[in-house]
């Protein structure tokens, strides 16, 4: 690039929030943001995102961010588990589906016959549509004359990017997020490409840091951006979390991502035995390496568990749940994470509690359900928290107790950090991407709680219904 690259426009479409961040690389910092809500609005012929709708707020908010900032350039970031499918004409063949949406189960034993091995894929059996292979073949199914006319399958980060530069890619953080669709070891498609038809309709393969181009004329003239802004190809936003950490920190060490959805990759360490029936996987780094993960929806249950009003916990609640061992157990949500098709509760009668020990055994909750994750990956080394569990100080301090190795935070949102650091290669390196948390005061006691709370969970594990 001629000019200085400092400004850099992150368009980080969330399951729930949409968001364009001004990531500037010389701070190292997010420097102002525009959010949307991210509501999956569409219903017919499926739920599915309104992607014009949000493509609109994309426009607007890179018009009034230019004009403040500057834009240097722009990189891509979006939730995994979705694809846009390409007609000839370059328009949508189908709605982009919402991968919480049912109607891939009317189909699972169909699928179930084609689908490629844990083994070979690293992608476990999900319900739904959380497997982009199995969306793929109900959609094929259902919707034949559609399918049929699909020109090209483009993983989610990459058909913003072609939104804004006309250009199609494939890239492999994407297709590394239990699509089915991928092999890490071999670093190649899957069979099941080729069994859908669809050898011919992905898009050329190019990595997240390469220029993708840039933006057409028309986005420029509805933008404000200058011609020629540059567009990066893209990343998966949990490994977009995971990446300054690749760059700054030596191996072993854990990335934590939480949000929606609470993920836990492991790099270094030793090479662990995955149980598919618990919700962990291979992810595929940036650099196209296999990454042990293990996964739930942390912020989901956070969501759905906590007090839905604005609560601030007491001394005197963490002491009523540590005195009593008030535990909840898993799981708030049965079809995901290491204990599926067990619904669990609250050890003793939930009226019992107060809004502040409900908040805080969430937490707990969330903390220890994490703690099995890691352990489940074989985890190793330091723990690195990112994202909005981060700021949760009874979240951090039950996992402090319940792994008993060195935890950090991250200073700033990773996911901006790394999705901007693509245009670079490394914006980690340059400042404190993470801070080290002191363990909690009542560190045993905490521990003791985790470990009593993790024997009843062993219990509930034998429990578990043979979802194979």
């Known amino acids: 690039m001629q000019t200085p690259v400092r400004n850099i426009a992150v368009i980080d479409i969330g399951k729930t929030n949409a968001k364009v961040i001004v990531y500037d690389l010389l701070k190292a910092c997010e420097v102002d943001a525009r959010s949307h809500r991210n509501a999956v609005t569409g219903t017919a012929p499926y739920p599915h995102f309104e992607t014009d709708e949000l493509f609109g707020f994309v426009l607007s908010a890179l018009c009034e961010l230019h004009k403040l900032h500057g834009i240097d350039a722009i990189s891509v970031t979006t939730h995994g588990a979705t694809v846009a499918l390409l007609n000839d004409r370059g328009g949508l063949a189908l709605p982009v589906l919402d991968y919480e949406h049912t109607g ?75 699509s089915d669709l991928w092999s890490p070891r071999q670093r190649s498609f899957s069979p099941l490409v080729e069994a859908l038809g669809l050898s011919d309709k992905m898009p050329p393969l190019r990595g997240a840091d390469q220029q993708l181009g840039s933006i057409l004329p028309e986005i420029a003239a509805k933008s404000g951006l200058p011609a020629g802004c540059p567009v990066y190809t893209g990343i998966h936003d949990s490994n977009a979390s995971l990446l300054p950490h690749l760059w700054s ?33 291979i992810n595929v780094n940036a650099f196209g390496e296999p990454v042990p993960s293990a996964r739930f929806m942390g912020g989901r249950v956070f969501e ?16 009523a749940l540590l005195r009593d061992s008030l535990m909840l157990m898993p799981s708030v949500i049965g079809d995901t994470g290491p204990f599926q098709g067990v619904i669990g509760g609250w050890t003793d009668d939930e009226e019992t509690l107060t809004p502040g020990m409900r908040l805080v055994g969430v937490s707990w909750y969330l903390a220890l359900m994490t703690a099995v994750c890691l352990d489940l990956t074989a985890a190793s080394g330091p723990v690195i928290v990112e994202g909005p569990f981060a700021e949760n100080a009874d979240y951090l ?19 901006s950090a790394g999705a901007a650091g693509l245009v670079i290669g490394d914006v980690a390196p340059r400042v404190q991407v993470s801070r080290s948390i002191d363990p909690p005061e009542n560190f045993d006691t905490l521990a003791t709680y985790a470990e009593a709370w993790r024997h009843k969970a062993e219990r509930i594990e034998t429990t578990m219904p043979d979802l194979s």
Request: aromatic share 10%; with cysteine.
């Open 104 to 178: 891939p189960d009317e189909t699972a034993s169909a699928y179930d016959v084609i689908r490629p091995s844990f083994a070979m894929t690293g992608s476990p059996r999900l319900s739904a549509g959380l497997n982009i292979g199995a969306q793929l073949f109900w959609q094929k199914e259902r919707f034949p004359e559609a399918f049929a006319s699909i020109g090209c399958v483009l993983p989610y980060p990459q058909y913003w990017g072609y939104l804004l530069t006309g250009n199609r890619a494939g890239e492999v953080t994407s297709w590394g997020c239990h």
């Open 304 to 319: 759905v568990a906590a007090p839905a009003e604005d609560v601030v916990a007491t001394d005197d609640d963490r002491a």
């Open 397 to 415: 301090s039950m996992l402090s107790a319940a792994v008993g190795r060195p935890l950090f935070k991250s200073t700033g949102s990773g996911t």
């Open 249 to 281: 920190r030596r191996q072993p060490f854990s990335v934590v991502s939480t949000g929606t959805w609470v993920i836990a990759m492991s790099v270094g360490g030793r090479s662990p035995t995955l149980d598919e029936r618990r919700d962990t996987l």
